[in-house]
């Protein structure tokens, strides 16, 4: 039988990777639309040419990849020019998505998006999952991660949906507010209930 999509979000550094880990560990075949942001960027892709074009030579490094650093500075402090970027990428990520969750054999297979929710990614998803924290947890935990400044995070906070948005489209909500421990436990409870489902709807 085909897998059901969940849909799983949350916004900038809420814990969705590390959820999502615990499932992929429990065997759910997982794609992750930030790995695919990466594929579709890749040294050769027609989409590095665009961003190289429109933003000049200092959006590579010497390797030839993508400066995600320079672009990200960019974009996060002029909306017209994230509008730019996602409506250059948005289509190519959903591809890669759609190609790679055609491949999943698994009972129900996840879709993990920190833009599920504002990019219209949830159609794809028969079930929402949604990863939520305190926003000061969510800033505290990503500047830890990736050695940025709070204002960057604060400046990507502000180009998401706000919580209340997002808990709109929620099936289920993981509060990511405790220790690693628990939320594996949290994930594995969800998983055993999942594996439930036949079609991912019903509640
Ligand atoms: C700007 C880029 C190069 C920065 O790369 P970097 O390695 O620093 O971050 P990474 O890609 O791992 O993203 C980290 C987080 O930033 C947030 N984020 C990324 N893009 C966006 C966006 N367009 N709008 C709001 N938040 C975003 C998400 O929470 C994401 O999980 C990269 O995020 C990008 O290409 N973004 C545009 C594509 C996109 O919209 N990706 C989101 C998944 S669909
Ligand atoms: N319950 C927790 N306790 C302690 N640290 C946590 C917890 N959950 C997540 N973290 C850590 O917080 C950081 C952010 O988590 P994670 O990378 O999973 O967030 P994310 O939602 O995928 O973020 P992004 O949108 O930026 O990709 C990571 O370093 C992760 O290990």
Not at 24 to 46: F, K, Q, S
Not at 65 to 91: C, G, T, V, Y
Not at 93 to 116: F, K, M, R, T, W
Not at 139 to 160: F, H, Y
Request: aromatic share 6%; no cysteine; net charge negative.
């Amino acid at each position: 039988m085909k897998p059901w999509i969940l849909g799983l979000t949350g916004g900038i550094g809420s814990g969705k990777s590390a959820v999502a880990q615990h499932f992929i560990d429990l065997g759910v075949h997982t794609v992750d639309a930030d790995h695919a942001a990466r594929w579709v960027v890749e040294p050769g892709r027609p989409a590095l040419t665009k961003i190289v074009e429109r933003f000049g030579d200092e959006m590579l490094l010497a390797d030839g990849n993508l400066n995600r650093a320079a672009l990200r500075a960019k974009i996060f402090q002029d909306e017209s020019e994230r509008r730019w970027l996602e409506a250059l990428l948005h289509p190519l990520i959903g591809q890669e998505i759609n190609d790679y969750l055609a491949q999943a054999e698994s009972p129900y297979a996840i879709l993990v998006s920190p833009l599920l929710v504002e990019s219209g990614q949830y159609h794809m998803a028969q079930r929402v999952l949604v990863v939520d924290a305190p926003e000061a947890l969510q800033v505290q935990r990503t500047v830890l991660r990736d050695s940025t400044s709070p204002e960057q995070v604060e400046a990507i906070l502000k180009a998401q949906a706000n919580r209340e948005e997002r808990l709109r489209h929620a099936h289920d909500i993981l509060v990511n507010d405790r220790d690693l421990g628990w939320l594996k436990s949290e994930v594995e409870r969800l998983h055993n209930f999942y594996l439930t489902l036949r079609g991912g709807r019903e509640s």
